[in-house]
């Protein structure tokens, strides 16, 4: 089974414009009516009145030659004055020049690599910088393990499925822009929040996982996040920003002190029970 967005991306880069299953897909966006209707023919008698129309134009032309003739003295006068007005002509031309460059103006796609983990009752989103998921002896996968047993949470996460990587086709003329990422790695989320239990919380690691499931910038770095159909997400650097720059990391635990009682709560109440 494959999401409606990774399905359309195939069927884009294979070229095909219209089609129908012959069963129901999961994910799929409901078939559109108006495709199945059969395609009317294009009336035939439309195309004889311009050829009518071009036929009774040569009278009309004819008809004012013959005046024309007869006065000699005005003959002169429209000539030059239409060679005149001919020049400017190439000047309106020029003007549809400054149009041509718009159309250069293509962004190219992001390209970053996600991966989607668990721990207790949180779900982390991490970025990875190689595109290759974590290693038991990587540096940043050990370091990621360390901001877990710090915040109280189980440091051995669950790696959830295979990582999300953008963009989803080296060729093809499918829009994978910026906005596009988003869509995806919101809707991706989506998707799997729904088959995790009890999640309190979202940490997005790196700006790539900010950026395109958060809405944020680098401005938002160890803050809450209020994401619209995620809930409620923190943002972090990314693991790499971390070992490079080391006095990141006093601002970052001043922040989990703050966030951790949201993935505690459930058991400081079970306590009091």
């Not at 129309?53 to 030059?80: C, F, G, L, Y």
Request: hydrophobic share 50%; glycine share 4%; net charge negative.
């Amino acid at each position: 089974m494959i999401t409606e967005l990774r399905r359309r991306a195939y069927l884009n880069a294979m070229q095909v414009a219209n089609w129908l299953p012959r069963v129901a897909l999961p994910f799929a966006a409901p078939s559109r009516p108006e495709l199945l209707e059969p395609l009317e023919a294009a009336p035939a008698p439309a195309a004889v009145a311009p050829v009518a129309a071009a036929v009774e134009a040569p009278p009309a032309v004819v008809e004012p030659t013959a005046p024309a003739v007869s006065e000699r003295p005005k003959i002169e006068v429209p000539r030059p004055a239409a060679r005149v007005e001919a020049k400017p002509q190439p000047v309106a031309g020029e003007e549809e020049a400054p149009a041509a460059p718009t159309k250069v103006a293509a962004v190219p796609p992001p390209r970053f690599s996600l991966q989607l983990l668990r721990a207790g009752n949180c779900v982390i989103l991490a970025e990875l910088s190689t595109g290759e998921p974590f290693a038991a002896r990587d540096p940043a996968y050990l370091l990621l393990k360390d901001l877990l047993r710090a915040a109280g949470l189980p440091d051995s996460p669950q790696i959830l499925g295979e990582p999300v990587r953008w963009p989803l086709l080296a060729r093809g003329t499918m829009d994978q822009g910026p906005q596009a990422a988003l869509e995806y790695v919101q809707g991706f989320l989506m998707a799997r929040l729904e088959e995790v239990e009890d999640c309190k919380c979202l940490w997005l690691v790196g700006l790539p996982a900010i950026r395109f499931a958060g809405e944020a910038d680098a401005q938002a770095y160890n803050r809450e996040l209020q994401v619209e159909g995620l809930g409620a997400a923190w943002a972090l650097p990314s693991l790499e920003l971390l070992m490079d720059e080391p006095a990141r990391k006093a601002p970052l635990w001043q922040a989990m002190q703050r966030v951790m009682r949201r993935w505690h709560a459930s058991g400081a109440e079970s306590l009091h029970e």
